[in-house]
Structures are given as C-alpha cells and as structure tokens.
C-alpha cells in the first residue's frame, strides 16, 4: 500500500505499487505536486516522499468516472523488503474474479465521519452485479462498510491479487453505500505499454521509423 499526498495542497489518496518503478493509483488523484510515500502505517510518521511523474489514462476526463487509473513513475525506483511490496496483476479480463475481496487506505473513519484515520485501515467487502455502478469497465461492491473519502486511488484486492482501483462511491436509500472501482484487466494492454522499459520503447520507436523506410 502506498500513501500518496500533494505537497502543496495536501490531497491525500492511496495507490500501490505494481513494480519498483511504477505505483497505480485513480486518475481523479491526480495533482500538480503530488509525492509517494512507502511503507507507512501511520501518517503522522512519514518516510521520505518519492517525486513522480504522472500518466494519467488519455480517455481519463474528470466530468466523468470512467478510465479512473494512472500510473505514476517513481523518480528513485523503490527499494523492496518485508515492507515495500508490489502487488500482482490480475489475469485477463475472462477469468473469473473471486468475489470475497479486501480494501484498505488512510481515508475517513466512518462514511459521514469526516476524520480522515492516520492508521492504514483494512475492510472486507463482496463484490456484487457491475451493472449496479455504472460503466462496463467498474467493479462493484455494496455495504455499510468499505472505502471511504480519502480511500480513493486504493486497491481491491481479491485472492491476493489487485483487481480494482477505487474510484467512486454512492449512498443508496438504506445508508448502504455502493462503491465503483476501476477495473485493472480492462486496461492492462494500456499498463503494458506505459511500463515498457525505456530501451524496449526506444527500440520500437526505433523499428517503426525502419517500418516506414523500407
């Protein structure tokens, strides 16, 4: 889990990290100056912020919930431990998600307490029917509770994989809220590419400008 905060107007979300150099996270979260901070269990003790450069998904508009994912490239690659982890991918979009899954994040205690927690906060939740949040490219989970304001950007995590990005959340006529999340196997091709090693992009940039020559 990753702790992600703007240093200037200090908009918090969560996010995770898929390799040393990558964390995803919601691309609502994005923000001018935003900073990653790994390992951290309790904000009031934060480690050095890593700097990133954000890649928001192109389709992302922030008038609309759908394409809620970015990838944010570290500036200093990550240092792996018994802390600092990645979190796997999920398979293609065709296999079968389990629906027992968990959430965690930093964000408001209660849904209308608005106290943000400054320990990581883990809930499990169950994920039901997409049609009942929207866009064909959500997941969907419905309680009393789950992610929260300031959860945004974390990851739904089912059978020990990163299935979903929170995104979203609505409160429905019995206090129950249904909460969206972006949904990571719909999107892996454009993951994929973002996350091509430099020398991999070079080299194909490369051989498609050969492509046009011959």
């Keep these: 889990m990753v702790y992600i905060r703007d240093k200037i107007s200090k908009v918090a979300c969560g996010g995770f990290l ?8 919601a691309a609502h979260c994005k923000e001018s100056h935003l900073m990653v901070y ?18 928001p998904h192109p389709k992302f508009n922030m008038n609309r919930t759908d394409h809620d994912i970015m990838l944010l490239k570290l500036k200093t690659p990550a240092t792996l431990n018994k802390i600092v982890s990645t979190i796997a991918f999920p398979k293609p979009e065709n296999e079968q998600i389990q629906k027992d899954c968990m959430v965690m994040g930093w964000g408001w205690k209660k849904f ?60 429905k006529s019995n206090a129950d809220h249904l909460t969206a999340y972006t949904h990571i196997s719909h999107y ?13 992009q070079q080299f194909e940039t490369w ?7 011959i």
């Excluded at 943000?116 to 049609?131: Q, R």
């Excluded at 929207?134 to 300031?150: F, H, K, R, V």
């Excluded at 051989?207 to 020559?213: A, M, P, T, V, Y």
Aim: hydrophobic share 30%; proline share 7%; with cysteine.
């Design 38 to 55: 790994l390992g951290v269990n309790d904000t009031n003790f934060l480690p050095d912020g890593i700097e990133v450069d954000p890649f």
């Design 188 to 200: 892996l091709s454009w993951i994929h590419d973002e996350m091509k090693p430099p020398t991999q």
């Design 112 to 171: 209308h307490d608005e106290s943000p927690s400054n320990v990581l906060k883990e809930a499990n939740v169950t994920l039901i029917d997409s049609e009942n949040c929207g866009t064909a490219d959500t997941l969907c989970t419905e309680g009393s509770t789950g992610p929260a304001q300031g959860d945004s950007g974390g990851p739904l995590v089912c059978g020990g994989v990163a299935e979903g990005i929170v995104s979203f959340s609505k409160t």
């Design 18 to 25: 898929v390799r040393e150099d990558y964390v995803m996270t």
């Design 207 to 213: 051989k498609g400008k050969l492509d046009k020559l």
